[in-house]
Structures are given as C-alpha cells and as structure tokens.
C-alpha cells in the first residue's frame, strides 16, 4: 500500500461505492426507461432517486468480497513490474468478470427451479460489468494518488548545484 496506507483504502472503498452506484444506478434508470414505454408497467423514477442511497450496502458487499482477491493479484502484479493504471484496470476487469460468473453460480445453487445450472447470461453483460470493473480500476489509481517521482533530497541538491 505504500506511505499512506489510510488513502488506499479510502479510495478502494470509494471506488466500490461508485461501482455499485453504476451498477444499481444504471439498473433502475434501465428500468424506468422500459417502464416508460409500456403503459401497464409504472415508470419508477424513485428507485433511480434512491440509487445513490441504495449504493453504500452494494459497496460494502464489493468491499467485502473483492478485499483479499485485490490485494493478493495487485501484489503478484507489481512484483512483476506492470505499470500502475494498466494493472489496476486489468485487474478490475477480471474480477468484475470472476465475481458476475461467481454471481450467476451463487444464483443457480440458490434457487431450486434452476438445478444448480448457471442462468448463463450473454456476452454483453460480461463486457458491460468488465468496462465497469476496468473503469473502478482505474478510478482506485486516480482516487489513490498516482504515484510521482521518487523524492531523493540529496540527488535534487547534488543536481541543483551541478546543473544550474
């Protein structure tokens, strides 16, 4: 986590809200436009109101299930040298696909009518909640801080001096 330990989790929780606002936000504004145009469907433009509210369980749910998941791949992925928003985003989206097939899994054993066998949802929800996990990685480098040149007093005195 580096020098400031209390930034990285903050913008890692924050980063998790704003998953879940997208996520719940983008479902209820989803709806009420298709309730919009079927007349016996009521047009629920308070779920969207009440989204931003809705969020803070979704991302402590994210919170919950992504913590030891990101920090054992960030740590494998900086041992090998990745550079920083590339890792991040790649890792989003991997996790964001792992936890929807992990969600549909959960989904299938939970409910009797299925018989333990996945919903199997199509590819443009996978590449949906992969944008959205690429984003959130990218979001968490932004929110923590991206890393600046390493500070060296001396080498920037030694430098000052020698190359005024």
């Known amino acids: 986590m580096g020098k400031k330990p209390w930034r ?3 913008a890692w929780l924050l980063t998790c809200y704003l998953v879940g606002l997208v996520v719940i936000g983008g479902v209820n504004v989803f709806v009420a436009i298709e309730a919009s145009f079927d ?3 009521p047009a629920d433009w308070l779920a969207v109101t009440m989204s931003p509210l809705w969020s803070v369980p979704a ?8 913590a030891l998941p990101v920090w054992a791949a960030v740590s ?3 041992a090998t040298r990745w550079p920083r928003p590339l890792c991040e985003a790649v890792l989003g989206l991997i996790l964001a696909v792992l936890l ?3 969600t549909d899994l959960l989904l ?5 009518e299925l018989d333990g066998q ?3 949802l199509p590819i443009w929800v996978y590449m949906l ?3 959205v996990g690429a984003a959130a990685g990218w979001t968490y480098w932004r929110l923590a801080g991206r890393p600046g040149r390493v500070e060296d007093p001396m080498a920037d005195a030694i430098r000052a001096r020698v190359f005024d």
Not at 61 to 66: D, E, H, N
Request: glycine content about 12%.
């Open 100 to 102: 929807l097939q992990l």
């Open 59 to 66: 991302g402590l749910v994210t919170a919950a299930m992504t």
């Open 108 to 112: 299938s054993i939970s409910d009797p």
């Open 129 to 131: 909640f992969g944008a």
């Open 39 to 41: 007349p016996e469907l």
């Open 8 to 10: 990285a989790i903050g």
């Open 118 to 120: 996945p919903v199997g």
């Open 76 to 78: 494998i992925l900086r």
